[in-house]
C-alpha cells in the first residue's frame, strides 16, 4: 500500500466519490490489464464478472480490481465502505444489522419492543 493510498484510509474526508468505470478501466490498461484478462488471471470464465464489480457492491471483485491497480477498495468505492475501511451491509443485510442494533440497544435500554 502506497503512502498517498494510506493517508486516504486515515483520511476518508479526501476521497470525494466513487470512480467512473472509465477511471477503473484506464487505471488497470495504466497497469497492463483489461477486466478479461484480470479475470482470466483470477480463474474467471470472462471479464463479466469483474466487469459487474464496477455497478455493483462485489467484494471479491472490489479487491483482485484494487489490487491489481495498487490501491485499497475503498478508495475506488468509498460509498461500499465506512470511514475505518470496513464494508458496509447492503440490501438485506443491512436491514437485518440495523434492525438487530436498534433491537439489542433498546433490550440495553431496558426498553421492550
Known amino acids: ?17 466513487d ?3 472509465s477511471q ?3 487505471a488497470l490498461n ?3 490489464y483489461t477486466l478479461a ?15 459487474k ?3 455493483r457492491s462485489y467484494p471479491l471483485g472490489e479487491r483482485r480490481i484494487a489490487d491489481a491497480i495498487g490501491v485499497h477498495p475503498m478508495v475506488i468505492w468509498p460509498s461500499r ?5 470496513s464494508r458496509k451491509t447492503v440490501g438485506y443485510l443491512n436491514l437485518y444489522s ?9 433490550k440495553a435500554a431496558g426498553e421492550s419492543l
Open 1 to 17: 500500500m502506497t503512502v498517498k493510498t494510506q493517508k486516504l484510509i486515515n483520511d476518508p474526508s479526501q476521497i470525494a466519490e
Open 19 to 21: 470512480w467512473h468505470p
Open 24 to 26: 477503473v478501466r484506464a
Open 30 to 32: 495504466m497497469k497492463g
Open 37 to 51: 484478462k484480470l479475470g482470466e488471471e483470477h480463474g474467471l470464465k470472462s471479464g463479466d464478472t469483474l466487469s
Open 53 to 55: 464489480t464496477l455497478t
Open 81 to 85: 465502505y465506512n470511514e475505518d475501511g
Open 98 to 106: 440495523t434492525r438487530g442494533l436498534r433491537n439489542h440497544q433498546a
